[in-house]
T-cell receptor, first 114, second 112 residues
Framework: AQSVTQPDIHITVSEGASLELRCNYS??????LFWYVQSPGQGLQLLLK??????LVQGIKGFEAEFKRSQSSFNLRKPSVHWSDAAEYFC????????????FGAGTRLFVKA | DVKVTQSSRYLVKRTGEKVFLECVQD?????MFWYRQDPGLGLRLIYF???????EKGDIPEGYSVSREKKERFSLILESASTNQTSMYLC???????????FGSGTRLTVV
């Protein structure tokens, strides 16, 4: 079955500290992987995506993610968090199985403390 | 700036009403989607459309229908609103194939 697991419901980090949000997926074919961010009361915005090639992908707002096929993971990282990064983050997987439908994780809410 | 526009940010409707949620995109995208978002459940796919006049059921289509008469517009219809349809509804679009979505800002629907 296709699924996405974000093990952490919420995470709190200090401003300026590094961040890693975890994502594990289950997908029967070559996965296409995404991270989205949602600010309160808003829709989701695409941060970055991985389709193929270099397993370390760079996104907007200083985020990066690394695809590890052996671990079925696609963790999101940022070296130094800013207060404006406080939001909810969603990992998602899609591909050419099921007509490119995308499956979302339940989300991780990030709190940033001063 | 390209965008997906949802007609209402907030709606309050009564049980049993027929409710229309409208979504318009200006990117000439083939694919459009309706999700609902509930705390702890993430995003769940209601319906999607690969092209004009085409529609496919998602994971939770019961109690909903959709219409796509023009490429840019994808409407979600609650045939007879119920309180368990109180939720945030998100519309998204993308080009054909494996691409990321562009989301609208969402419609928070409350059914009383």
């Amino acid at each position: 079955a296709q699924s996405v697991t974000q093990p952490d419901i919420h995470i709190t980090v200090s401003e300026g500290a590094s961040l890693e949000l975890r994502c594990n997926y289950s997908y029967g074919a070559t996965p296409y992987l995404f991270w989205y961010v949602q600010s309160p009361g808003q829709g989701l915005q695409l941060l970055l995506k991985y389709f193929s090639g270099d397993t370390l992908v760079q996104g907007i707002k200083g985020f990066e993610a690394e695809f590890k096929r052996s671990q079925s993971s696609f963790n999101l990282r940022k070296p130094s968090v800013h207060w404006s990064d406080a939001a909810e983050y969603f990992c998602a997987v899609g591909g050419n199985t099921g007509g490119f439908k995308t499956i979302f994780g339940a989300g991780t809410r990030l709190f940033v403390k001063a | 700036d390209v965008k997906v526009t949802q007609s209402s940010r907030y709606l309050v409707k009564r049980t049993g009403e027929k409710v229309f949620l409208e979504c318009v995109q200006d990117m000439d995208h083939e694919n459009m989607f309706w999700y609902r978002q509930d705390p702890g459940l993430g995003l769940r796919l209601i319906y999607f459309s690969y092209d004009v006049k085409m529609k496919e059921k998602g994971d939770i289509p019961e109690g909903y229908s959709v219409s796509r008469e023009k490429k840019e517009r994808f409407s979600l219809i609650l045939e007879s609103a119920s309180t368990n349809q109180t939720s945030m509804y998100l519309c998204a679009s993308r080009r054909q194939g494996a691409e990321g979505y562009t989301f609208g800002s969402g419609t928070r629907l409350t059914v009383v």
